[in-house]
């Protein structure tokens, strides 16, 4: 697995030491972000999308309606810039100026195109599905041909990327360590609450394993 090389759009220049180039950071905080959002220039206006994605290999994919502003963008083979963080803790430092966030994110580069054959379609949606819960789909009813036709689903091409993560304590000014203040880390994690079933929902269904045992790490 080859790594990017940085470029003047993702060299990391603020803190260059928390910079990551290699493919499986990036993509190991690609498949556990739930969420990406997607900056983009139209008219001259520049606009950024929140949006569920999915990473295939070395692609990201985004699907909607396809009357959808972002998409036709896309479609029409315009740059995107994509970007996905995760929080891992609050940094309380005893000072508010080195108090901080420890998190990993990426942003990536590419260029786009509009999904056209419809197997590939089918397992883009899929992977999306599985990107925010694995095995949803299989249990799922399928897109029919009608909601097939009304949606659209493109494939962004990573051409550049970079990660960025900040881990650890908080660093202090020396003068500070002897103040009676409370310092560390409140660590933060994505985790699932109790499923609350449909009210509407059968009493003879259960709830699935995958349900039950949802993850993102």
């Given amino acids: 697995m080859t790594n990017f090389q940085p470029s003047p759009k993702t060299r990391v220049n603020r803190l260059p030491k928390r910079g990551h180039y290699d ?16 900056g983009f220039a139209e008219g001259g206006q520049p606009f950024v999308i929140p949006i569920n994605f999915a990473r295939v290999n070395d692609t990201i994919i985004l699907h909607g309606a396809k009357a959808s502003r972002l998409l036709k963008h896309i479609e029409a083979g315009n740059p995107v810039c994509v970007e996905a ?3 891992d803790g609050l940094v ?26 419809e197997a590939e379609k089918m397992s883009a949606l899929e992977a999306v599905v599985d990107h925010l819960i694995p095995g949803r789909w299989q249990e799922a009813r399928l897109p ?10 493109v494939s962004i091409q990573i051409d550049e990327a970079s990660a960025k993560v900040r881990l650890g304590p908080p660093g202090d000014d020396e003068e500070d360590y002897a ?22 929902l059968p009493a003879e269904i259960p709830t699935p394993e995958y349900v039950k045992n949802y993850s993102r790490t």
Wanted: proline content about 6%; aromatic content about 6%.
């Fill in 92 to 117: 309380l430092a005893r000072s508010v100026f080195h108090s901080s966030v420890n998190y990993r994110s990426v942003v990536l580069f590419g260029t786009g195109r509009l999904v056209t054959d």
């Fill in 179 to 200: 103040l009676p203040i409370w310092a560390g880390v409140l660590p933060i994690r994505e985790m699932p609450l109790a499923p609350v079933r449909d009210e509407v």
């Fill in 23 to 38: 493919r499986e950071t990036i993509y190991q905080i690609l498949d556990e972000a739930l969420i990406c959002h997607v």
């Fill in 85 to 87: 963080t995760i929080v």
């Fill in 144 to 153: 029919t041909p009608k909601e097939m036709n009304a949606t659209s689903v």
